[in-house]
Every structure is written in C-alpha cells, then in structure tokens.
Nanobody, 122 residues
C-alpha cells in the first residue's frame, strides 16, 4: 500500500504556471505507475497525465498536451506535474493516484491522495 499527499496548488492568473507535487510513503513508490487527475465542481474526474514506473513513458489527453508535463523522482518518492500556460478551464481539484499500470480510467488506480485545489483566474 502507498500513501499519497499532494501539494503546490493555489491561485494563478491565466497564462501562468504551477508545479504540483505528490509525496509518497509506504510501499515502494518506484514499483507503481502514477497518474494525475482533476475534478471540477459538477463534473466527472478527468485524466490529466500518467507515467510508468521508470518515467520512460508518459501519456496526456489533448486538452493538456504541450502545456503539462508529468515527471517523477523515485529516489525522492515524489511525483510532479508542471503546468504551464494555464487556462481558466484548468480550474479543478487535482489528485495524484498510484496503480499497477498506466491508464486513463480512474478506477484503474487503487490509491489516491486527498487533492489540491488549482484555481486559474481570467
């Protein structure tokens, strides 16, 4: 089992940047695929990015491709999401998640953090 804690959210103007972090503890972080998801009020949880155990493969939906970058540091047990050129529609609670393989479906990830709020003002 792995425990996840997100940080780095906040309020930013459109066009700005934020870097989210997800600190992991418990069972070997490096053995898990990791994902970032987001959920805006009244909407379903949405896939944002995924990365395999080594960091060698990453995946993004078209909505964030070219603006967001997922990365990990297995020595520090930490997952990152660099978000650039932020838009008001990126406003949501952002969650990190751990699973056995990279996937876009939230139900493929059994372990979740508590979330961090990102608000992008226009």
């Amino acid at each position: 089992q792995v425990q996840l804690v997100e940080s780095g959210g906040g309020l930013v103007q459109a066009g700005g940047s934020l870097r989210l972090s997800c600190a992991a503890s418990g069972r070997a972080f490096g053995s898990y695929a990791m994902g970032w998801f987001r959920q805006a009020p009244g909407k379903e949880r949405e896939f944002v990015a995924a990365i395999n155990w080594s960091g060698g493969s990453t995946y993004y939906p078209d909505s964030v491709k070219g603006r967001f970058t997922i990365s990990r540091d297995n020595a520090k047990n930490t997952l990152y999401l660099q978000m650039n050129s932020l838009k008001p529609e990126d406003t949501a609670v952002y969650y990190c998640a751990a699973g056995l393989s990279t996937a876009q479906a939230p139900n493929r990830y059994p372990y979740w953090g508590q979330g961090t709020q990102v608000t992008v003002s226009s």
